[in-house]
């Protein structure tokens, strides 16, 4: 029997139902955010009804892909693992390439990609991953599974639980709405960006955070927004001097 590690392309393939990759993908990236995967999470993450939600589940177990407990929610098997990361390497690919080679600009290309991932021919999508020279992140920051179906492991957590004082570095951000991504362009906070947590509000109150590679620029960034961007502490010293030190105009 092949190992996770092995490479999928000489396998033969069953293709799935978009709905049944669009599940997979769902259950994966909540099980990637720490939480337990219950019918209403589920359902809220695909816009669905619970109801019509659990009958799936259900099928997914029978055939394999999720492990159901009644109390503690879906969680994937080896199998639905690979076929997750399979799904999400296509995405991720089509999303780089439309983006580096046609030119999209990276809040234009996931509806694309949603849409393609489940139509593409994996000639295609091995095509263009090579004519990429084998990218390893999508415009987003989010690291592209190889085709042996790894993925590299990453520590993240998200803007929203970054402790006051501390140095970060964003390294994706969530990336399935077009006015969103715009929306932090516009403030400077892309992945690669380094930033210094002034100050977490509260009860999920807003991020107050200074971008260190444009000194002193200070934004704020709601809650809601905050745990769409994913960030990793940094040790690196600043680049730049703290906004108070800054000469004034
Ligand atoms: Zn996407």
Known sequence: MAGAASPLSGMPRRSLSRSVEDYLKAIYSLEEQGDAVSTSGLAE???????SVSGMVKRLAEAGYVEHERYRGARL??????????IIRRHRILETYLSERLGFSWDDVHEEAER????????LIESMAAALE??????HG??????????????????????????IRIRAVQDD?????????????LPGVFL?????GPFNGPVTVRLDTFPGTIQTVGHELARKILVETSDAPPTTLPASEAAPD
Do not use: K
């Open 45 to 51: 993450a695909l816009e669905l009804q619970p109801g």
């Open 77 to 86: 098997t080896q199998e639905g693992r690979r076929e997750a990361l399979r």
């Open 116 to 123: 393609l991932e489940h139509a593409a021919s994996d000639r």
């Open 134 to 139: 084998y990218p390893s992140h999508d415009p």
């Open 142 to 167: 989010a690291p592209i599974p190889t085709r042996g179906g790894t993925v590299e492991p990453n520590s993240w957590t998200t803007l929203a639980q970054a402790e006051t004082g501390s140095r």
């Open 177 to 189: 709405d077009s006015d969103r991504l715009r929306y932090m362009e516009a403030r400077g906070l």
């Open 196 to 200: 210094i947590v002034e100050r977490q």
